[in-house]
């Protein structure tokens, strides 16, 4: 009655790639290794090498073509189905009213054969999607909604609710393509300007340098010593050029990163979910139940508070993405602050604040900030200078930096509260971020007090959300002893 069917063909592409995106460090040090070996005429001979590129190319793509050749998925009455496999057979089994999420995905060569990649997501997942089929017609992922949602109208039909209700809160929004509410776009100047103030320079430098430690062991010791004498002749000036000339190559690779990512960015509001659309290359589409919100976080980096900018995530609960960060989703990339802010309150009505309400931290609460601050940066900056001088002394702008965070830290830090919304405002590292929550989502309200904060009456706040299958902890430093005796009542009024 319930047929088996087959990914399609342009499937077996898309598992070559991933397999060869997997393997190509080990790939480029094992031929590095064996370049190095027939040029120093060692162990290795030469008419081997034509045979090992044979072998690696098998070790690659035979796992993808046995994958493809034996992938087989079924919409059940009850589940969805999935098999594969050669010596190890798996067999997966997915209720419909266990599915939590589904995703979908449309590289830029699905397009012309009109398929996407669909991920399935359950609340136990953790990482990594439950089920991937990777190349099915657009028609499979509707299908899929269709029995999860009537499966989860019967479940609750049973457990007593009013069918009426269930039937229509089930079938309310059943095909993407109808019109929504309200869609939010972002043009190109504004991917631009995104790309160009964001901090994805320093992930691509921190990308570059993990793989080229992948081949620091296998470069020979000579050219080690070659360059580092290289260097030496060449002096700093060459350095500080060669340093400004990478950064300005990695912030061109960023830009360029970005715009792929985020090209055609939309954001559909439907009667009972949000809907996400990005990308270039891979096109993703991400729908966001508003049950599953847990709070909204509004993001404002140093060179974009100056603009006036920010971007705005929001936190979900019982989910993951293949790749992204579970329970962290992108709502806005960039947009005007003031604009932002009345998109939230036209979207998520029920997170809209008033900035002119936010309560500030007591003055003399100031000197907390420095102290810490100043404390674990004029320690390094001593040693520093004793054990390097006179060249150590370049470490005194440690405390300088330290002071100017402290500073931008307390007057940052923030707090408002409303019938039923919380809003704490901080800056835990160099951005502004502001924490909007229902009090109905608070999972826990933690108020500590070390014994150097005794005298002063100040405490840290901190509230636990769910996020994805954790947790993550929004917090305030240093509030005096009335605010966060305010704060903790707000939450458990019988404290």
């Known amino acids: 009655m319930y047929s088996e069917r087959k990914l399609h063909p342009i499937a077996l592409l898309k598992e070559m790639f991933d397999n060869l995106r997997k393997s190509i460090i080990p790939i480029v040090i094992g031929l590095f290794y064996i370049f190095q070996a027939i040029k120093n005429n060692q162990w290795f001979q030469a008419w081997l090498f034509p045979i090992l590129i044979i072998i690696v190319i098998l070790l690659m793509f035979a796992p993808a073509m046995i994958k493809y050749w034996t992938y087989r998925y079924t919409l059940e009455e009850k589940g969805l189905r999935i098999k594969y496999g050669l010596i190890f057979r798996k067999n997966i089994f997915i209720p ?50 269709d029995l999860r949602d009537g499966k989860k109208a019967e479940k609750a039909v049973e457990q007593g609710e009013n ?81 400004i000339l990478l950064l300005i190559v990695l912030w061109i690779f960023s830009i360029i990163l970005t715009l792929f990512k ?111 601050y100043l404390v674990w940066s004029i320690i390094p900056f001593l040693i520093l200078s004793v054990l390097f001088y006179p060249y150590g002394l370049i470490a005194v702008l440690l405390p300088l930096f330290a002071g100017l965070k402290a500073i931008a830290s307390f007057r940052a830090t923030g707090f408002s509260l409303s019938e039923g919304t919380l ?42 959300l769910k996020s994805g299958n954790s947790e993550t902890t929004p917090f305030l430093r240093y509030l005096s002893g009335e605010q966060a005796e305010r704060l903790y009542k707000w939450y458990h009024p019988n404290a």
């Open 262 to 372: 985020f090209f055609q960015f939309k954001l559909h509001q439907f009667e009972d979910h949000l809907v996400v659309e990005k990308g270039l290359f891979e096109r993703d589409t991400t729908t966001i139940k508003y049950e599953r919100i847990q709070g909204v976080v509004i993001v404002e980096s140093p060179l974009r508070q100056i603009l006036r900018l920010v971007s705005v995530k929001i936190i979900t609960a019982g989910g993951a993405d293949e790749q992204n960060q579970s329970g962290n989703i992108l709502l806005i990339p960039i947009m005007k602050k003031q604009l932002a802010l009345e998109t939230i309150k036209e979207m998520l009505p029920a997170y809209h604040f008033e900035e002119a309400k936010i309560e500030k931290l007591p003055k003399q609460n100031l000197a907390r900030f420095l102290m810490i």
């Open 96 to 145: 419909y009213e266990r599915i939590q999420t589904v995703q979908q995905k449309q590289w830029f060569f699905f397009i012309p054969f009109n398929v996407v990649q669909i991920l399935v997501e359950t609340a136990g997942t953790s990482g990594k999607a439950e089920a991937d089929l990777s190349a099915v017609p657009k028609s499979v992922a509707q299908e899929l909604k």
């Open 423 to 464: 809003l704490l405002r901080a800056r835990p590292f160099l951005s502004k971020t502001t924490h909007l929550v229902r009090k109905e989502r608070i999972q826990s309200m933690k108020v500590s007090r070390s014994i150097w904060m005794e005298r002063t009456k100040t405490n840290h706040l901190s509230i636990a």
């Open 163 to 243: 069918p009426d209700q269930v039937i229509k809160k089930a079938f309310a929004v059943q095909n993407e393509s109808e019109d929504s509410i309200r869609t939010v776009e972002l043009k190109t100047k504004e991917l631009l300007l995104m790309a160009v103030t964001s901090s994805g320079v320093f992930g691509s430098l921190a990308l570059i340098i993990a793989f080229l430690s992948q081949f620091w062991e296998a470069i020979p010791e000579e050219w080690l010593a070659s360059g580092f004498e290289q260097a030496i002749r060449l002096g700093i000036l060459l350095f500080v050029v060669i340093a």
